[in-house]
């Protein structure tokens, strides 16, 4: 198993434009989340995909999209990049956002600069 | 809201000491406690959880937590500390009331030869 697998693994922007990162995981896991780790300020939640056809906004949302294209893939959208959104994105997956097995299993992330 | 703190930026040990990075948690339910692992340029790899039970929780690798509920305090505890261990370790924690998982902003562990 793949286990979480994101891509780019690295991408410069310029302001203003847009891209999308995507993620995929393979252990059939119902809910995944988008996260962004910046210095000193551990990881916050984006967005997150309790399942199949739902998502919902975590902690930091704003100049963001997300798309839970299958029960696969979950991408994560920057309609017009910002210097504010350079950081490294995380992906993760778990069984269930509640209950005790909902450990989350994350990608190896996406280093994104805005210039 | 729930939230950790983890208070030392990081923490210097020699190679075969002991280990311990602390974590204090705030929940307003019961807690569902996590310590997870980074080693540069990857993603986060999970070690152990509480969930309910035994206080000492035991993980991947060697590690450790016990769990105080009258500290709030999950601390990660390794008896004898590897150069290898050397990485940003994350405390992490869920309230049973909702799907949000709040992590701490981070350890770093340098395990010195």
């Known amino acids: 198993n793949a286990g979480v697998t994101q891509t780019p693994k690295f991408q410069v922007l310029k302001t203003g434009q847009s891209m999308t990162l995507q993620c995929a995981q393979d252990m059939n896991h119902n809910s995944m989340y988008w996260y962004r780790q910046d210095p000193g300020m551990g990881l916050r939640l984006i967005y997150y995909?309790?399942?199949?056809?739902?998502?919902d906004k975590g902690e930091v949302p704003n100049g963001y999209n997300v798309s839970r294209l299958n029960k696969r893939e979950f991408s994560l959208r920057l309609e017009s990049a910002a210097p504010s959104q350079t950081s490294v994105y995380f992906c993760?997956?778990?069984?269930?956002?509640?209950?005790?097995?909902?450990?989350?299993?994350f990608g190896p992330g996406t280093r994104l600069t805005v210039l | 809201a729930q939230s950790v703190a983890q208070p030392e930026d990081q923490v210097n040990v020699a190679e075969g000491n002991p280990l311990t990075v602390k974590c204090t948690y705030s929940v307003s339910g019961n807690p569902y406690l996590f310590w997870y692992v980074q080693y540069p340029n990857r993603g986060l790899q999970f070690l152990l959880k509480y969930i309910t039970g035994d206080n000492l929780v035991k993980g991947s690798y060697g590690f450790e937590a016990e769990f105080n509920k009258s500290q709030t305090s999950f601390h990660l505890k390794k008896p004898s500390a590897l150069v290898s261990d050397s990485a940003l370790y994350f405390c992490a924690v869920r309230d049973t009331g909702n799907n949000r998982l709040a992590f701490g902003k981070g350890n770093q562990v340098v395990v010195i030869p």
């Open positions: 995909s309790a399942s199949e056809g739902t998502t």
């Open positions: 993760a997956s778990s069984v269930l956002t509640s209950g005790p097995y909902n450990e989350q299993f």
